[in-house]
């Protein structure tokens, strides 16, 4: 089974890109190609500061429009206030068995103190932990 572990509902915020009119053509397009399993973020987690509210329509959208396949990897910017809140509702109320972490977009290093608590809790929580994160040294 192909699992795409980088995949993306709603828009990239500077420019369009293919598939992102509805979810329905976004979820044709990996079958059509042979996709069993995708690993699906919110591109509105970049910008957003309701990080709460872009993981409800996160998981919403993926039991709506592709349950089985779009598995839902919700966001938590740890310089945001209660961004432990949003850690809990991605394991417990969404049952998401992931987060996705944008560094760069959320303005924290791999050294900050808080960066280290997620990764405690997300580890205590069994959860997986991506890095979105295209400027690393």
Known sequence: MIIDTNAYLSRWPFRRLAGDETIGDFVARLRKHGVGQAWVGSFDALLHRDIGGVNARLA?????????????????????PDWQEDLRRCRELYRMSG?????????????DPAFGELLRLAAQAGMVV????????
């Not at 919403?60 to 945001?80: R, S």
């Open 60 to 80: 919403a959208d993926c039991k709506q429009h592709g349950a089985g396949l779009l598995v839902p990897f919700g966001a938590v910017n740890p310089k945001l």
């Open 99 to 111: 987060i996705r972490l944008h560094p760069d977009y959320h303005g924290y290093t791999l050294a």
């Open 130 to 137: 991506q890095l979105a994160a295209p400027n690393l040294p």
